[in-house]
């Protein structure tokens, strides 16, 4: 247990943010959580707070209108997961995207220089953009097509939540850690905002086709989220990666087709599996990765890091919680 304050988690009914809810409240943390329920759910929630009622607390609202009524020298760190998320809400709805990431990340830094609260700040592999290396180390050169291309701005606005944490930390005016994601999948994530995995998932436990997007030769790596969360609190805990930026994923990589394959055996499921060109599927011009990796030589040298659950073992877990949810409807 840390003793320095109550966790203050943003997007704490979100997919990430409910599984290290979880996780702090098994070590004897308390947790303050903010969401507005836009993708998340009280459902994610519920284990937790019949678990440790005395030492979870929820404000539902924005994180820019909750912020300014609390006390920040009550909390002793911050996680920002709050944020508009996945690939399909951003070519869908590029100004709340913008405007979300943005905003909310400028109010939960202002908060943090209010009472100099130590706080991770949630980025993305996408940041990296069109990158041509692989794997994706941090300092690597980020590569971004032209503005007309809505979907680069969810990796822009994402950077520009980095250059604003990273600045903090500079300035002295509070300790940031800034986390880039990888694709990280298990239990509680939802496909309607486009996220790959639940989506096949979904589809194949209902016997619905599962379609994977353009030719399914492009390649992934995909890190159990209860494998990643317990990552966030140990690399705020050390002032020597304060001011820095950190990978957080799996490098195991997977093609998206053999994804849909294995989901479909793991799930003994009849789904027809079907090649959707990425011009149906998003805008005429969508561009996507081949190859999206991460070099994890950082986080592996700051923390020790290493994931460890199989992605067979994910999907059957999300499988599992899919349909005990549907059951409970
Ligand atoms: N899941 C991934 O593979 C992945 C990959 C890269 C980055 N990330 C980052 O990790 C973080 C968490 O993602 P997730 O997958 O858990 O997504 P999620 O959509 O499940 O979680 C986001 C949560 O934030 C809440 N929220 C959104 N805007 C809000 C606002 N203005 N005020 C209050 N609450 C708000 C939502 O209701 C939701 O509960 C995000 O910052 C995301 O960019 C996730």
């Keep these: 247990m840390t003793d320095g ?27 303050t959580v903010i969401d507005d329920l836009s993708t998340g759910s009280i459902a994610n929630l519920e284990s937790a707070m019949a678990a440790a009622p005395g030492r979870i607390e929820f404000l539902e609202g924005r994180v820019s209108d909750v912020l300014p009524d609390l006390d920040p020298s009550r909390f002793g760190r911050t996680f920002h997961l709050a944020a508009a998320v996945g690939v399909r809400l951003v070519v869908d709805e590029p100004i709340r995207t913008i405007e979300t990431n943005v905003h909310e990340t400028s109010a939960v830094l202002e908060f943090a220089r209010r009472g100099a609260v130590p706080t991770l700040i949630a980025s993305t592999s996408e940041v990296y953009g069109k990158g041509t290396r692989t794997p994706f180390a941090e ?25 604003l944490a990273l600045a903090h930390h500079r300035e002295g005016l509070a300790p940031t850690v800034v986390v880039r994601f990888f694709n990280t999948v298990g239990p509680r994530q939802s496909g309607k905002y486009g996220m790959v995995l639940p989506r096949f998932v979904e589809a194949a436990l209902e016997g619905r086709t599962i379609e994977v997007h353009g030719d399914g030769r492009q390649s992934r790596c995909f890190c159990d989220v209860r494998d990643a969360v317990p990552a966030l609190p140990q690399l705020l805990a050390d002032s020597g990666n304060h001011g820095r930026v950190f990978n957080l994923g799996r490098a195991e990589l997977i093609e998206i087709g053999d994804l849909a394959r294995l989901v479909k055996s793991r799930l003994s499921s009849e789904s027809e599996i079907r090649l959707i060109p990425y011009a149906d599927a998003f805008d005429e011009g969508f561009e996507d990765l081949r190859i999206r990796q991460p070099d994890l030589d950082r986080i592996r040298d700051a923390i020790g890091f290493e994931a460890k659950i199989a992605l067979e073992t994910t999907i059957d877990d999300l499988a599992s919680i899919l349909q005990t949810r549907k059951v409970d409807r």
Excluded: M, Q
Aim: with cysteine.
């Design 139 to 163: 300092e690597d050169d980020v590569v971004y097509g032209p503005t007309t291309t809505t979907r680069w701005s969810y990796a822009c606005s994402k950077a520009i939540d980095e250059y």
């Design 5 to 31: 304050g109550i966790n203050l988690i943003t997007g704490g009914a979100g997919f990430i943010g409910s599984h290290l809810v979880d996780f702090l409240l098994e070590t004897g943390d308390r947790v």
